[in-house]
């Protein structure tokens, strides 16, 4: 299980994972060598599944980002919805995908480089076939907020 240093470690990481063990060790009560043997642990055992770079606006501003809400066919059977979320894990300009509860099935991002990429994209992985019923599709004006933190409870 986790202790309360591993969750301590894993909410600076969050925030920041390219300090040091030796920078960590300035906010976390450990010394540099105990905490990269938890971050190797923590890796090791998929507390940590990737570290990623979060890009500048000046890189990604002129991108054109969608919102696609997807409603699945009334009779849309597992086949199908597995090839549609196969279709969608194989495409690199959808950045997430999730299953959801209500009337709305599935809402997904796409980021592309341009209108023309857009329409190519939604014909190939929404309109294939008839698992689809139908997509509506919000554009992103701007990003106002993008944190992809959770804050993990440090006091057990």
């Known amino acids: ?11 600076r990481m969050q ?13 976390v009560p450990l ?9 190797r642990r923590l890796r090791r ?12 606006g000046r890189l990604t501003n002129d991108r054109l980002r969608a919102l696609i809400f997807v409603t699945l066919s009334e009779h849309a059977d597992h086949p199908g919805k ?5 279709r969608l894990l194989a495409t690199p300009e959808v ?6 509860a209500g009337p709305i099935d599935v809402v ?17 992985v929404l309109t294939v076939d008839s698992t689809v019923r139908r997509y509506e599709t919000h554009f992103v004006k701007r990003e106002v907020k ?6 993990l409870a440090e006091n057990g």
């Open 82 to 86: 597995a090839a549609l979320q196969d």
């Open 15 to 27: 925030r920041d994972s390219s300090q040091t063990a030796e920078q960590l060790a300035g906010s």
């Open 95 to 100: 950045q997430f995908v999730y299953d959801l």
């Open 108 to 124: 997904v991002m796409f980021d592309c480089p341009n209108m023309a990429r857009f329409n190519e994209l939604t014909e190939q």
């Open 1 to 11: 299980m986790l202790d309360r240093f591993d969750l301590l470690l894993l909410n």
């Open 31 to 39: 010394s540099p060598s105990a905490i990269a043997r938890r971050l």
């Open 146 to 151: 993008f944190e992809p933190f959770v804050q």
């Open 45 to 56: 055992d998929r507390w940590i599944v990737r570290t990623m770079a979060l890009l500048s």
